[in-house]
């Protein structure tokens, strides 16, 4: 299961600590928009979101969104909260990680991703090997597929919880 596994499991993006992450090294972040920084069935990130998001580059650390939605409401969410995008994103495969990689001069050593899904997001930052967040989703709403998804993640966590 290495590749489906995360190496940090927190119940969302503003408990993850950042210093045990810049401790590991990290310097980039690449994150996941629906259901990691914002419920799917909302357009507004939540104000604790936005604050959290404001303050990492205190922390050191530049951020990039990369996004499987299609729509174009989400390059204006980005806007709004200040960090570049790559949407169209085909998780969990390569090309889009690259870009964002590129966008944020990181490399996989440096840079780690965040996101809600173990299939897109931490699969895909593992085949490239940089480190992995697991976030808990910030809302019960989904694409048909990711909720079929949703059971077989549950077996891959076996009952892990997360760190905070
Ligand atoms: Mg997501």
């Known amino acids: 299961m290495g ?11 503003t408990a993850i600590d950042l210093a045990v992450l810049r401790q590991a090294g990290v310097r980039h972040l690449l994150i996941d928009l629906d ?29 990039c969104l990369v996004s499987n939605n299609w729509h174009a409401h989400v390059a204006s969410v980005a806007d709004g909260i ?7 994103a085909l ?4 090309p889009a990680f690259r870009k964002g990689l590129r966008v944020l001069g990181g490399t996989s050593d440096t840079t780690a991703v965040v996101g809600d899904q173990i299939f897109t ?32 993640e549950r077996r891959v966590l076996a009952g892990r919880e997360p760190l905070a």
Request: charged share 15%; hydrophobic share 40%.
């Open 121 to 152: 997001d931490v699969l895909g930052g593992n085949l490239l090997g940089m480190m992995t967040v697991l976030v808990l989703p910030q809302s019960t709403s989904d694409l048909p597929h990711t909720l079929l998804l949703r059971r077989a």
């Open 35 to 63: 259901n990691t920084l914002m419920p799917r069935d909302s357009s507004e990130v939540p104000p604790e979101v936005r604050t959290w998001v404001n303050a990492l580059p205190d922390t050191g650390m530049n951020a």
């Open 91 to 94: 998780k969990p495969f390569p």
């Open 82 to 88: 200040g960090l570049p995008i790559v949407t169209r």
């Open 3 to 13: 590749m489906l596994s995360p190496d940090f499991y927190y119940s969302s993006v």
